[in-house]
């Protein structure tokens, strides 16, 4: 996978000094004042020799551009500009190479950058970054402010007057160069000095990392106003990628090795590039732009931008024909071919390597056994326990053998009141006048059965409509009915109330639980409803009934119930308590005799009870009920997630440590009746966790493929939820706000403020672009897309994109 084209012995140290690397040449120093350019397409050609400088070469970088191909180099005395191409020419034709100065006496300079457009250097010495001129001797500013040496300086590549500098103050600023001030200064972000800066340019975003291994990546807008997207630990991804190695028998057969050889050491981020891999997927090339790069002490590291996951560590101890064993600094250069040049000095001897990675290699690390959906592949087995029925009884009356049949006295099945206790009337008479004939009422009934489509290019729902108080106990579950409109809206004082979408007259108030209501769902016919509570307890109520039509408890549960739901059409009820999943057939019958009106006639069997295969207490839970779908998603309080295949009663796949904490709300992509999206977009799903923000994963390759994580959430279950379009997600936060995310994008859209409280609730309307959050101090507030706002993308493009990360 890695392998090494070159290896030169050095008559010094080279280590933490800045070498240089491109697509075509590679550079490295000789006798400290003098530099070897080496071909990289052609390794047995013959160095260009480069000499000038009367002091020792301390950093050194290639240009941007690819002709000319521009070097420059830095010692105490000056900076030379040197254009390899004519210093070519000028060798074969056995002239003296040289270069432009275009720096002198600026000090010891540590790091050097060209500009996207090579016509400015960047040269760090001490606590000043030096802007010179690539073609004549000029300093066209010199920028001072921080509070240690800088360790680098890079241009940004979308606005050429921006600098970022990064410093051993912990801290980077970001510069304006037409002004010369700071546009942005960071807070301290590390006990360890920062080491390096990279830039995103699809995305708009810089990535920053540390001696220690940490790495941050901001967002930077036009304001030039940092935001924090992310921030990843190697350590910590390292740990949590040995955790998830495929084979047992591999981990048993290094464990012996790693309690003797493994010595933790810092994982300093020396540097950090962008890669693009193609991967084959269903004979289409798939471009997974989300890769980074990071060249540490002791190999490289590749990342997954998108979900904060370590995808492979290539060591220079698992190559053992490298002549480098640990790292003192790094030069990396990606190639068109798919490929990677690197430039590496050793940290402890006196040599450089220059090494070559094939990135179509690191596709095959994904390799997934089994893969799941949502929509079933295969029949129902016979011993499947969704071919389960419920046996109903039929009313059988005796036979009577001869007398008089009973016979009612009336011919009507009610009989009007008499009236004797209604109040007396005082209008007798009122004429009706103006009465307008309706002619198109059957019309109107008819248009009204449309469904209309939900708008495909709306923006995100941001603008405050509506806001109501409700009640002064937390709202701990909102959903919407299918059609949407009505909302159930489950309360921390163990009430439910049932609102008109628009949130407009007096809501329907059911009571009966003793304890907090944890869930609510509606049934896909929408003439039943159930609430489960913290109580131990499931009521199903039929609509426009004050009283539940099935009552679940009476101590048949040992723990509060979880993710209680309708499934499989209706026909089952989905629910877990403890380690365990029960499935409960069900009958509603609404009918009541007045003489025994409490004695329940509707009828629950069980038709399954499965456990999880540790024994853990389930957290949340997900399941499709608009169509049939064998596959039941289970988050346990080990913090693993389990894929329950109904029909085998089975659990066939297993993800221990998803997040860091207990998964407490798992959200499918159900879309809605109003939409319609891509088959394969059914197959992601949200996770939220305490202190791991928001993971979305592809139910395919069971792999997370992008991480939310800009909404605050330490103590308390915020939910999360997708959009019938498929286009955004929306989560609850603890800073007061409501955050939306582009599905495509970690960095949020929106920021939906002044909310009175943490927002615990999110939902989306499944008809119309509607946002309903839900606080704990019991407010709701809907919010609407802005009037004629319309996305430039594509309808799917935004699940595209996310499904096109699983490779």
């Not at 209309?452 to 290019?457: G, S």
């Not at 024994?615 to 049939?628: E, G, H, Q, R």
């Not at 955050?739 to 008809?767: C, E, G, M």
Request: hydrophobic share 35%.
């Amino acid at each position: 996978m890695m392998f090494e084209k070159l290896s030169f012995a050095c008559d010094r140290l080279l280590s933490h000094r800045q070498l240089a690397c491109c697509n075509s040449y590679c550079g490295i120093p000789l006798h400290g004042k003098d530099m070897l350019i080496y071909s990289n397409v052609d390794i047995q050609q013959k160095p260009l020799l480069l000499t000038g400088h009367h002091g020792e070469i301390s950093a050194m970088t290639f240009g941007k551009g690819s002709r000319p191909v521009l070097l420059c180099t830095a010692s105490a005395d000056y900076i030379i500009v040197w254009d390899i191409d004519l210093c070519q020419k000028r060798a074969m034709e056995g002239k003296v190479a040289a270069g432009i100065v275009i720096g002198t006496l600026l000090g010891e300079v540590i790091h050097l950058s060209f500009c996207f457009s090579d016509e400015r250097v960047a040269a760090c010495s001490g606590a000043t970054v030096y802007i010179l001129c690539s073609k004549r001797k000029e300093v066209v500013s010199s920028l001072t402010g921080h509070l240690g040496p800088l360790t680098s300086a890079e241009f940004c590549p979308w606005n050429k007057d921006i600098l970022i500098t990064t410093s051993e103050d912990r801290t980077f600023k970001v510069w304006d160069l037409k002004t010369g001030g700071v546009c942005y200064h960071s807070f301290v972000l590390s006990a360890s000095p920062l080491l390096s800066a990279f830039f995103l340019e699809e995305t708009r975003h810089f990535i920053t990392g540390s001696v220690d291994g940490q790495v941050w990546c901001f967002s930077l807008h036009d304001d030039h106003k940092c935001h924090l997207v992310t921030k990843m630990d190697l350590q910590k991804m390292e740990k949590r990628h040995q955790m998830h190695q495929d084979t047992v028998g591999h981990q048993a057969e290094d464990a012996d090795q790693s309690a003797v050889d493994k010595v933790e050491t810092e994982k300093p981020v020396f540097k950090m590039t962008f890669c693009s891999s193609l991967t084959d997927t269903n004979n289409e090339q798939i471009k997974d732009n989300s890769w980074l790069c990071i060249g540490s002490s002791d190999g490289l590291y590749v990342v997954d931008l998108a979900t904060s996951e370590l995808l492979t560590a290539l060591y220079f101890k698992d190559y053992p024909n490298l002549s480098i064993t640990m790292a003192g600094s790094w030069s990396i250069s990606p190639r068109r071919d798919n490929s990677m040049v690197f430039l590496v000095s050793s940290l402890f001897t006196p040599c450089v390597v220059l090494l070559e990675l094939h990135l179509r290699d690191l596709g095959r690390i994904w390799a997934c056994g089994e893969s799941f959906s949502v929509f079933p592949s295969s029949p129902l087995l016979l011993e499947s326990p969704l071919n389960a029925e419920l046996k109903k009884k039929e009313p059988s009356h005796p036979k009577k053998k001869g007398g008089t049949k009973e016979q009612p006295l009336v011919f009507h099945s009610k009989v009007k009141s008499s009236g004797y206790t209604s109040a007396p009337r005082r209008i007798m008479f009122s004429p009706k006048t103006n009465i307008q004939k309706s002619h198109s009422s059957k019309k109107a009934n008819k248009t009204t059965g449309l469904l209309r489509d939900y708008p495909a290019d709306s923006a995100a729902p941001t603008v405050p409509h509506v806001h109501l108080s409700v009640a002064n106990k937390a709202v701990n579950c909102l959903q919407y009915s299918g059609d949407g409109k009505q909302i159930l809206c489950g309360l921390g004082d163990s009430s439910v109330l049932l609102y008109k979408s628009s949130l407009t007259g007096n809501p329907a108030v059911y009571t009966g639980h003793d304890k907090p209501v944890s869930s609510v769902s509606w049934s896909l016919n929408r003439q039943w409803w159930l609430s489960a509570s913290e109580d131990q307890s499931l009521r199903v109520w039929a609509h426009g009934s004050t009283e539940p039509a099935i009552i679940m408890g009476d101590s048949l549960f040992s723990k509060p119930i979880r993710g209680a739901q309708f499934y499989y059409l209706d026909k089952f009820l989905l629910f877990a308590s403890g380690p365990s999943l029960y499935l409960y057939l069900y009958n509603v019958d609404i009918t009541r005799d007045d003489i025994k009106r409490y004695q329940q006639r509707s009828v629950v069997k069980l038709a399954r009870c499965l456990t999880t295969t540790s024994p853990t207490d389930i957290t949340a839970l997900s399941a499709v009920n608009d169509f049939f779908s064998y596959i039941v998603l289970l988050c346990g309080s080990d913090r693993s997630i389990q894929v329950f295949d109904m029909n085998k009663s089975t659990v066939s796949s297993e993800l221990p440590d998803a997040h860091s904490r207990a998964v407490h709300c798992i959200t499918q992509n159900k879309g809605s009746m109003f939409s319609t999206q891509a088959p394969e977009s059914y197959n992601l799903f949200l996770t939220s966790a305490v202190t791991d923000g928001v993971k979305i994963w592809d139910l395919r390759t069971l792999r997370c493929v992008r991480r939310y994580e800009n909404h605050l959430n330490r103590c308390h279950p915020c939910s999360s939820a997708i959009s019938p379009c498929g286009r955004f997600i929306a989560s609850g936060s603890e800073d007061n706000c409501a955050y939306v995310y582009d599905i495509r994008s970690s960095s949020y859209l929106h920021k939906l403020q002044k909310q009175s409280d943490t927002v615990l609730s999110v939902t989306f309307n499944p008809a119309t672009p509607e946002l309903l959050t839900g606080t704990l101090d019991g407010k709701l507030r809907l919010f609407e897309s802005s009037s004629g706002a319309r996305l430039s993308q594509d309808t799917s493009a935004a699940v595209h994109s996310v499904l096109s990360m699983t490779g």
